[in-house]
């Protein structure tokens, strides 16, 4: 049985895409990544898609429709026989339309532990709310920004003197995991929609929550509290 098809979608430097790029290069895997796609030309993840060996394709955005973008988009995919869609810090928002037709088919990675903090800067969000929970979600994408069906989540400590910079690197390690991981279940179909939800077959579904938290010696007997 082939394996299904996954176009990577890119603008910048594909951090995530590389994570991608690894696991499905690993045998068992699976996905075949048979495409990297960016809206913008000189994103750096290209250069780190060719280096690997995988396709690569330009597909610009800059001064034109969305109808028009979305149309040679549709077309390129079409033409390299794309199954699934895997959005890796792809900066465009895709019209309900164009969603619609990958119902299902296209995951998302987002910077934080959904629903809270969708959108840009979560990371400085999230230390100005004070939360002690942090992290990374993977969920399906909907026409709605950031509130599409989730189908895993990383958590990681906010800890005393967090930067953004610090919280960020440490989230960032959790999604190279998780998006890997969450990418092999669809594409290996275990995982299906019910009304709103994403559901993970029964024998993967505690692996849909990791939550690193750090391990603490127990105190000793003269630190205990009297």
């Known amino acids: 049985m082939s394996k299904p098809r996954v176009a990577i979608l890119i603008s910048g430097r594909g951090s995530n895409m590389t994570a991608l790029l690894e696991a499905a290069a690993r045998p068992g895997y699976p996905a075949t990544v048979a495409l990297v796609l960016s809206?913008?030309?000189?994103?750096?993840?290209?250069?780190?898609?060719?280096?690997?060996?995988?396709?690569?394709?330009?597909?610009?955005?800059?001064?034109?429709?969305?109808?028009?973008?979305?149309?040679?988009?549709?077309?390129?995919?079409?033409?390299?026989?794309?199954?699934?869609?895997?959005?890796?810090?792809?900066?465009?928002?895709?019209?309900?339309?164009?969603?619609?037709?990958?119902?299902?088919?296209?995951?998302?990675?987002?910077?934080?532990?959904?629903?809270?903090?969708?959108?840009?800067?979560?990371?400085?969000?999230?230390?100005?709310?004070?939360?002690?929970?942090?992290?990374?979600?993977?969920?399906?994408?909907?026409?709605?920004?950031?509130?599409?069906?989730?189908?895993?989540?990383?958590?990681?400590?906010?800890?005393?003197?967090?930067?953004?910079?610090?919280?960020?690197?440490r989230v960032l390690e959790q999604e190279h995991r998780l998006y890997p991981a969450a990418l092999a279940w669809l594409a290996a179909g275990q995982v299906r929609l019910e009304g709103a939800r994403a559901v993970v077959a029964a024998n993967l579904a505690a692996g849909a929550l990791a939550n690193p938290l750090p391990q603490f010696a127990p105190l000793r007997r003269d630190e205990q509290t009297p």
Do not use: Y
């Open 39 to 169: 809206n913008k030309a000189e994103a750096a993840g290209l250069e780190r898609a060719n280096a690997a060996g995988i396709p690569t394709a330009v597909v610009a955005s800059k001064g034109r429709t969305r109808a028009e973008f979305e149309a040679e988009l549709t077309a390129t995919l079409a033409q390299n026989r794309i199954e699934i869609l895997a959005l890796a810090g792809f900066m465009r928002v895709l019209t309900a339309e164009f969603v619609a037709i990958w119902t299902g088919r296209m995951l998302n990675i987002h910077p934080s532990l959904l629903p809270a903090f969708p959108g840009l800067d979560t990371h400085a969000r999230a230390l100005a709310a004070g939360v002690r929970l942090h992290g990374c979600t993977v969920h399906l994408v909907t026409p709605g920004v950031d509130e599409g069906p989730i189908v895993a989540q990383s958590a990681v400590p906010v800890l005393a003197g967090d930067t953004e910079s610090t919280l960020a690197a």
